[in-house]
């Protein structure tokens, strides 16, 4: 059987092969998604998105229906520190961290895609991948046989352990795990102190907090005496007691679990991200500890990254070189994900006497705000730059490096018309947009590729960053990040 996977075919139904469609079909791009569950899981494994992702969802105007699916949190943590990470101190119209499961997230990006015109087959399996000059043929199981499909480009977003990484010949290289750390969603039949526990004894780690849905709460646990237990080896409910009570005092009454599961330290990073029409985005390039909450998050931001290139080349609007950017971009960031949660990873394990100093020595430096900033500006995603800029500037503009590829944050702008409108609200379209004063000498940019691919404002910004002020005309990248600017 073949099956019309349209010019780009995503392998991967979760949230990142969710949101690399549905950039792709924003723009009128034909695009299938092949999953290989009939339908999703019920377990949440993730369950925040932080400030630079809920940034991301604002900028396509999805951050309503999100925000209305979860609950606020102020505050994140650093290897379950007892410091927290303050996340109310950054600029950004969402100065938190958003609770929401992750079947939450999924629900709502499939729910979007399936507006926008996306080709979600489920039971689909992808088992062979072959490229050609022009295209890229699969094969797989699904549909009650074998079938075929052929897209311009794929992207392998089908997890850690990503058939289509595989199938493309790129390297995953990294360290297995070396430790295992127990989950458990129960319900507590006896109070817990504060509404969230964080605890670090020479016992271990345990994190608990409530899952959202009233009924559960999730018990993350680190028992050094249980950190050798092989990862396939099933979780019983007395194991994730026996370790809260040693660490705790109590298991706080726990009962009915609804998921129990062992989850490691395994640490790779593709070696590329992209094979010739292949891409790979989320954790189909790069697994890590999932400390501090972030696989998903930037995941979704790959997305983003991937999606407005994949557009600008369909589309002819862009020079094909554009699509090595998503590497030049994106791969650093995955290094730098890799690397804070090895440090998270050594800090879990700190549980003997010296690595309990270890941890309170850190935590003691996290009350200092200069330090709690920079962890919360890591988890958030907002240490995030791309100072090389992806195309020639348009005539009349320039990159400058100390701008160039910063995230720009949802700011006011006095528009010519009078209205006031919130910078993202304007690139709902997935678009760049040429933002130019009202005294700026008319440059609306003529030349390919932006012509076409933007959109233009003429507005007096209300607030935004202080860096701005200089700038007459500035053209901001579809993902919200500053890419050309004209002085005045
Ligand atoms: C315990 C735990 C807690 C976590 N907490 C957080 C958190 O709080 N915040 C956070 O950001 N992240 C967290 N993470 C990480 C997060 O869950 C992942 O980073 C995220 O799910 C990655 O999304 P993805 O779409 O890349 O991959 P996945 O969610 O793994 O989705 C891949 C999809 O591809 C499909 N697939 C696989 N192979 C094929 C194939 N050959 N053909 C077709 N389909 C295929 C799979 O069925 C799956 O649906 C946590 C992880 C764990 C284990």
Not at 151 to 166: E, F, K, L, M
Not at 215 to 226: G, K, Y
Not at 344 to 353: C, D, F, K, R
């Amino acid at each position: 059987m073949t099956r019309d996977a349209g010019e780009v075919a995503v392998v991967g139904g979760g949230p990142v092969g969710l949101m690399v469609a549905c950039e792709l079909a924003l723009a009128g791009v034909a695009v299938s998604v092949f999953e290989r569950r009939t339908e999703r899981v019920q377990q949440s494994r993730a369950l925040s998105l932080h400030p630079r992702s809920l940034e991301v969802l604002a900028l396509r105007g999805l951050a309503d229906r999100f925000m209305a699916r979860g609950q606020r949190l102020p505050n994140g943590h650093y290897a379950v520190l007892e410091t927290r990470l303050d996340f109310s101190v950054l600029e950004t119209a969402f100065p938190f961290s958003l609770f929401i499961p992750q079947t939450v997230t999924e629900a709502l990006l499939e729910e979007r895609a399936r507006e926008l015109g996306v080709n979600i087959h489920r039971g689909h399996l992808i088992t062979r991948l072959q490229q050609s000059p022009e295209e890229v043929h699969l094969e797989g199981t699904g549909g009650g046989g074998t079938f075929r499909a052929a897209a311009r480009y794929v992207v392998g977003a089908d997890g850690a352990r990503s058939a289509v990484r595989t199938l493309a010949g790129i390297p995953f290289p990294g360290a297995d795990a070396t430790m295992s750390l127990v989950l458990g969603d129960v319900v507590l039949t006896e109070p817990l102190p504060h509404p969230a526990l964080t605890l670090s004894s020479p016992k271990g780690v345990l994190l608990l907090a409530p899952l959202g849905d009233g009924i559960h709460h999730r018990a993350v646990v680190f028992d050094p005496e249980r950190t050798k237990v092989p990862l396939s080896e099933p979780v019983t409910l007395e194991e994730l007691a026996r370790s809260v009570r040693a660490i705790a005092g109590t298991d706080f009454g726990m009962k009915t679990p609804f998921w129990l599961s062992r989850f490691g330290n395994e640490t790779r990073h593709a070696t590329t991200y992209r094979e010739g029409r292949v891409f790979l985005a989320g954790d189909a390039a790069h697994v890590h500890l999932p400390a501090g909450g972030q696989g998903l998050n930037v995941g979704l931001q790959d997305a983003m990254n991937l999606g407005w290139k994949l557009v600008g080349v369909l589309r002819g609007l862009a020079p094909e070189p554009l699509l090595d950017s998503y590497q030049r971009e994106r791969h650093p960031v995955g290094a730098h994900l890799l690397q804070n949660t090895l440090s998270q990873s050594a800090l879990l394990h700190a549980t003997h006497p010296e690595g309990q100093a270890l941890r309170a020595s850190v935590s003691k430096l996290l009350t200092l705000p200069a330090a709690n900033r920079m962890l919360a500006e890591q988890i958030a995603a907002f240490d995030v730059a791309y100072p090389d800029p992806v195309l020639p500037a348009p005539p009349g503009m320039e990159a400058v490096p100390e701008v160039t590829g910063k995230r720009l944050p949802d700011f006011a702008l006095r528009c010519e018309d009078g209205v006031t409108r919130r910078l993202y609200s304007l690139m709902h379209e997935g678009r760049w947009l040429m933002l130019r004063r009202p005294s700026a000498p008319h440059r609306e940019p003529q030349a390919a590729p932006w012509g076409a691919w933007t959109s233009a404002v003429t507005a007096e910004p209300e607030g935004g960053p202080e860096e701005l002020r200089p700038w007459q005309s500035l053209l901001v990248r579809p993902d919200g990040r500053i890419g050309y600017v004209a002085r005045a």
